[in-house]
């Protein structure tokens, strides 16, 4: 009888310092996470984009962007804008959107009057290849990368509208993150290639990079 009394005051005991223990064992709280890019996939960067447009979210557009990003112009816009050069850098593509998304006239770096623009309407966004590597020739190396038809009206109240018709090429860049152990993907536009032009007879016609140029 006093064994089994003995055999079960010390189960109890052995009980009480494992419970004791388990009490005293902090559990870390999930890390919380700011700041990541909800766009895990190039589909719905692209959507964002073009919301970011039509609705002159100008803070939005910017989160798009890598800061390596770079829009590759036509010659043809090259040579109405000497003093542009052959591309656009992540400073001088957030310098425009802000100022076409602010809605009021502005002057260019020559002083002249550019009419406030108060809509960007997309009538055509079509993506016409599926996203794959670029080649090491391409203008944007290393980088995902797909073709769309645009035709895109630019809304100025006070000016004639300008239109955009034509191709722009689209890289994005994926960023490896995980986040609580998961391992997952979110992706920033990289660059675009305008491959627009002068398609229609009527003077309101323009490329994607003539227009962007105006407000620089």
Not at 167 to 196: K, P
Request: with cysteine; proline share 6%; hydrophobic share 45%.
């Amino acid at each position: 009888m006093k064994a089994r009394f003995s055999l079960l005051f010390l189960v109890l005991v052995l009980m009480t310092v494992v419970l004791c223990s388990c009490s005293d064992v902090e559990i870390p709280p999930m890390p919380v996470v700011e700041g990541v890019a909800e766009y895990t996939s190039p589909e719905e960067l692209m959507v964002a984009f073009r919301t970011a447009y039509e609705k002159q979210d100008f803070n939005a557009f910017e989160a798009l962007l890598h800061p390596d990003f770079e829009t590759f112009l036509t010659a043809e816009t090259r040579a109405a804008f000497p003093s542009v050069g052959p591309t656009l850098d992540w400073s001088e593509e957030t310098r425009i959107a802000e100022r076409m998304f602010a809605g009021v006239p502005v002057a260019d770096p020559e002083g002249h009057h550019v009419a406030g623009i108060s809509d960007f309407v997309f009538q055509v966004m079509d993506q016409q290849s599926g996203w794959a590597d670029s080649g090491p020739g391409a203008v944007i190396p290393n980088a995902q990368a797909a073709m769309f038809d645009v035709v895109i009206s630019i809304v100025r109240p006070t000016d004639s509208f300008m239109k955009v018709n034509g191709q722009i090429m689209f890289f994005v860049a994926g960023r490896d993150t995980v986040i609580n152990g998961v391992d997952r993907t979110y992706w920033t536009m990289l660059g675009q290639q305008d491959l627009t032009s002068f398609r229609f007879k009527a003077s309101e016609s323009t490329s994607w990079g003539s227009a962007k140029a105006l407000y620089r």
